[in-house]
């Protein structure tokens, strides 16, 4: 009969095994299931909802404004408190604060299965963007802390690899519960799972914590965060219905708690987003090509399904598979991209990448009634894939490259939060600024107009990124001699947001653990 895992002697076992395992135990191959069933909720969920849009609007009779709420709740609060959840983890044990967002967000997978109206998804998907918040950082920290330094950098390779499978799956899983059952399914999806990871974690995965964290947490800057975001993206949806006066002094506002969340952070004493970061040039320029180019791609994914399903007649099925050969271009090439960025540096690749992917989204304006999926739209698809591919992993390790190895950690969160932040206010925005909005997504004509002006715009800030590497990043970039950068261990392939940084994410400038050394 096996033991209980929640029995003392079990927790004292964990705690102490903590930087010890080695990968080729069946306890290490454990512990890693947990973290890729674990991280593979998150990335499920944020491929196949966007398949399922259209379905959602024509069963729950939403606006397009709801439906991008739909996203838009989820990556707000994901986005405004990823950074809390990874200190919440580092203070109070990885391990524990993961299970909390895996459970969240089953709880909240569930709600959003059986949503009986617009209104109670969009709310449930801001209760699931909690739980992502939680379950994210865990993911990748865990692995860092609890596997022997010798297997670090293996584990984490599965890990992406896994997890660039399950990304690829997403969306012909998502176009198949679309057409098969339903679109409630893609959320029920993640009960099993959930139960899969709470029953192998609490046995198999030891616990971690970062001893040197203090518990002090900048929960008044997450929650500024969360407000301004949240006021900013509202403001721009609504806009596509027209400027109103709301809509004005929503903008203002959150302009104006935008300024007081700056005021907080250049006080706060451990800020979640230490100001004294972006003294650096470097990071600076390259947390603004991240604006650029993941508002790009947001805007794309969020649009394409759309068009595929309402003017070109695709099923969801279809529509999903669409985006599959990004994720297999991206799960071949990252690794022969990051060592050729490592080669010749970041410049060229950051450069010549958004340049291929603004080709890419411009071969989709060929996308349109009675298009054909291998001549009009893989082309595209293969052309911004290629693109990706040249230009994420050099982007995350140019990330780390601006700032001292104690950095690390804040740095690759902050880029991530970037990512999560240009999408949110993408998805908002773009609508409206192609003129679509309303009930007119339903539209195959107002649909089709609003798309070619969308692209050509996501084709604009491509360039735009590209011409701020060009400027700005320099043709070699290496770290200072004293302060010595290793090489990212993570494969960015999941197709929306560039990957935590495996080692422990601080809220705060203290010194943070060597992502060589033990937890």
Request: hydrophobic content about 50%; glycine content about 12%.
């Amino acid at each position: 009969m096996s033991r209980r895992p929640h029995r003392a002697e079990d927790r004292a076992v964990a705690t102490t095994e903590a930087g010890t395992l080695r990968l080729g135990t069946a306890r290490g191959r454990w512990v890693l299931l947990a973290t890729v069933l674990g991280s593979s909720m998150a990335m499920l969920d944020g491929t196949v909802v966007n398949v399922a849009l259209p379905r959602i609007g024509a069963d729950l009779g939403a606006s397009l404004a709801s439906l991008q709420w739909t996203l838009n709740a989820y990556l707000l609060t994901l986005a405004g408190l990823i950074l809390l959840g990874g200190a919440l983890g580092d203070r109070y044990g990885r391990r524990r604060v993961f299970l909390l967002g895996v459970v969240w967000f089953a709880a909240a997978s569930a709600a959003c299965a059986a949503a009986p109206n617009i209104q109670v998804l969009i709310a449930a998907r801001a209760v699931q963007g909690v739980g992502g918040a939680l379950l994210t950082p865990g993911s990748l920290a865990m692995l860092q802390a609890v596997f022997h330094p010798d297997d670090r950098s293996a584990a984490v390779g599965l890990w992406s690899g896994l997890g660039g499978v399950s990304a690829a799956v997403g969306p012909f899983l998502g176009g198949w519960l679309v057409d098969g059952p339903g679109w409630r399914w893609i959320f029920l999806l993640n009960l099993p799972l959930a139960a899969a990871v709470v029953t192998v974690a609490t046995r198999y995965v030891p616990e971690s914590r970062d001893e040197s964290a203090t518990g002090r947490f900048d929960v008044l800057g997450s929650l500024l965060a969360a407000l301004t975001l949240g006021a900013i993206t509202y403001a721009l949806t609504a806009a596509g219905e027209g400027l109103s006066p709301t809509v004005w002094l929503t903008g203002a506002i959150g302009l104006a708690i935008g300024a007081a969340f700056l005021a907080v952070e250049r006080r706060a004493p451990e800020p979640m987003l230490p100001l004294g970061l972006f003294s650096s040039r470097l990071f600076t320029a390259v947390n603004l090509v991240t604006l650029c180019v993941y508002a790009a791609f947001s805007g794309v994914f969020f649009l394409l399904v759309v068009q595929l399903q309402i003017v070109a007649g695709f099923s969801p099925l279809v529509s999903g598979l669409a985006l599959v050969p990004i994720t297999v271009l991206m799960l071949a090439l990252s690794s022969r991209a990051a060592r050729l960025g490592k080669r010749i540096g970041p410049r060229i690749p950051l450069t010549v990448g958004p340049l291929l992917c603004a080709a890419g989204v411009l071969l989709m304006l060929r996308t349109g009634p009675g298009s054909s999926y291998w001549a009009d739209v893989l082309p595209a698809v293969t052309v911004m894939g290629c693109g990706m591919t040249l230009l994420v992993a050099p982007l995350t390790a140019t990330v780390l490259a601006a700032v001292e190895v104690r950095h690390a950690g804040i740095a690759s969160g902050v880029n991530n939060a970037a990512a999560r932040a240009a999408g949110l206010l993408a998805v908002a925005a773009l609508p409206a600024m192609a003129g679509l909005s309303g009930d007119a997504y339903r539209v195959p004509s107002a649909v089709n107009d609003a798309f070619h002006t969308a692209m050509l715009i996501c084709a604009g800030l491509l360039t735009a990124g590209a011409l701020i590497a060009f400027t700005t990043i320099r043709g070699s970039v290496l770290a200072p001699e004293d302060h010595p950068v290793a090489e990212p261990d993570t494969e960015w392939c999941c197709g929306t947001t560039p990957p935590l940084d495996p080692g422990h994410v601080h809220t705060h400038e203290g010194p943070a653990t060597d992502p060589a050394a033990g937890p």
